[in-house]
């Protein structure tokens, strides 16, 4: 177990919204104990009033880390987020203060998929208004507007992860399969590219979103697109919130130009579960709601779990960015003797020089160094070998202008590496 600058039972993790267990235990193997976790997520007062003391992050999708939570933020080293999305997260500001921000990109791709196969099914059953006439006494025995999924074209917007997995399980399943992606994407099975978004539209019978949140896919089913979809087709968004504009959706539907939605996450999510939820779906035929639950299953959670602690602890024990979303990806192996530093800077001529003449100007030798760039950042690994004073190299490290975030990571052994 490596050995850090600052003691593991010292390092505060607090993790938010009810992540699984699998986190806790392997922190804890990990030889991290100082963990508090919540059932819930909090909100912007709550998290400036306790972010202060953590070193690392745990969040889903409720929590949101503005550019204020992260700049009052002055112990965090590290965030995870226990999910896909990191639209929740001021990535740029996390960045711009050496932050690298973690998730599990395929951990809940599965359960996203399987749901909406189900959902396709009960929207063009129209299963849900007949259960809940059931339910109230009623007995509604009709096939109108009830259609069998085989043969009909679903759409998908986003042919990434989880649209690949839609499209196979789709297809398996008699579905023609379209595609509308911003990038050139290999097309599974039988499915079929199409040229814009427009296209899409007009053809599907169901269309289903998995495009991540950006400022391009905001609202980018409106009242135009909307229109532009078959009347009789469904509408499915497992994707985020704010794709779909949600007034637009309820008049499409009120009109009786879609026939049915299935809607797992909107433009304003409940930050609790005691907070009642508002949107203008509410009440409506033939429109599943869900609480943003399409990676919510038993399997997904556990795997996440496991999965974003390992990246953290990964960072925290060796400075390993494999896996960030905001990061250059630096991976070094543990090197056993050698003292180790971490140099995250703007990426301008000559830091790289000013960081190694801070070892030469010591009389230290580098024993290995890993550097990774991108157009903005650079992130430096460096081992020492030798007889180090760790506290004044780290700040004149972090004196070099143009410097993030520097620090010590853990010290070497008295023979060197
Ligand atoms: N409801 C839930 O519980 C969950 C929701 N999600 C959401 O699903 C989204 C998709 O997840 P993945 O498939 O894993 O992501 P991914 O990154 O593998 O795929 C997204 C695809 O969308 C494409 N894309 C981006 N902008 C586009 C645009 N303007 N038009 C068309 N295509 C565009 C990308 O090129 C990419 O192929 C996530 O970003 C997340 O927001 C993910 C997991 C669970
Ligand atoms: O389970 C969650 O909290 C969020 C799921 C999700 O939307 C994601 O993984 O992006």
């Known amino acids: ?58 969040i889903r999708s409720r929590t949101h880390l503005t550019a204020k939570v992260l700049e009052a933020a002055s112990k965090l080293i590290c965030v995870g987020c226990f999910c896909i ?89 008699g579905m023609k399969v379209r595609y509308f992606d911003v990038v050139n994407k290999l097309a599974l099975g039988n499915a079929q590219p199409c040229h814009s978004l427009e296209e899409l539209l007009a053809v599907s019978d169901v269309v289903t979103l998995h495009v991540p949140d950006t400022p391009q896919t905001r ?9 532009a979809m078959k009347k009789g087709s469904h509408l499915i968004n497992a994707a985020r919130g704010q794709v779909v504009d949600i007034e637009a959706l309820a008049g499409a539907l009120k009109e009786r ?27 409506l035929d033939n429109v599943i709601l869900t609480p943003h639950i399409g990676g919510s299953t038993m399997e997904a959670q556990a795997n996440i779990g496991t999965e974003v602690a390992q990246k953290l602890i990964e960072y925290s024990d060796n400075g390993s960015t494999m896996g960030a979303v905001n990061f250059p990806q630096v991976a070094l192996p543990v090197h056993a003797g050698c003292t180790r530093f971490l140099h995250v800077h703007e990426n301008r001529p000559g830091v790289l020089r000013k960081i190694n003449e801070v070892f030469s100007g010591r009389n230290l030798n580098i024993a290995a160094q890993y550097l990774q760039t991108d157009p903005e950042l650079g992130y430096v690994v460096v081992d020492v070998d030798g007889d180090v004073d760790e506290n004044e190299v780290a700040s004149e490290l972090r004196a070099i202008e143009g410097t993030l975030k520097a620090r010590f990571l853990y010290p070497g052994k008295p023979g060197g590496c």
């Open 1 to 58: 177990m490596t050995k850090l600058s600052l003691s593991k039972d010292k390092i505060n993790i607090l993790l938010l919204e009810g992540v699984h267990d699998n986190a806790i235990s392997e922190l804890e193997h990990g030889g991290y104990v100082s963990v508090e976790r919540l059932p819930r997520a909090l909100d912007e007062a709550e998290l400036l009033e306790r972010i202060g003391s953590v070193h690392i992050l745990g």
């Open 85 to 173: 999305g990191t639209n929740q997260v001021d990535l740029k500001a996390a960045r711009r203060l050496g932050i690298p921000v973690f998730n599990a990109p395929y951990s809940n791709t599965r359960s996203v998929a399987e749901l909406v196969i189900g959902e396709i099914i009960m929207l063009m059953r129209g299963i849900f208004p007949k259960s809940n006439l059931v339910h109230a006494g009623g007995w509604m025995k009709s096939a109108k507007d009830s259609y069998e999924i085989r043969g009909k074209t679903l759409g998908i917007v986003g042919y990434g992860h989880i649209g690949t997995q839609v499209s196979i399980m789709a297809e398996s399943m």
């Open 219 to 227: 609202n980018m089913i409106g009242p135009a697109q909307l229109r």
């Open 257 to 283: 130009h879609l026939i049915g939605a299935a809607i797992d996450v909107f433009p304003k999510e409940p930050g609790s579960d005691a907070e009642v939820f508002e949107s203008a779906l509410r009440g």
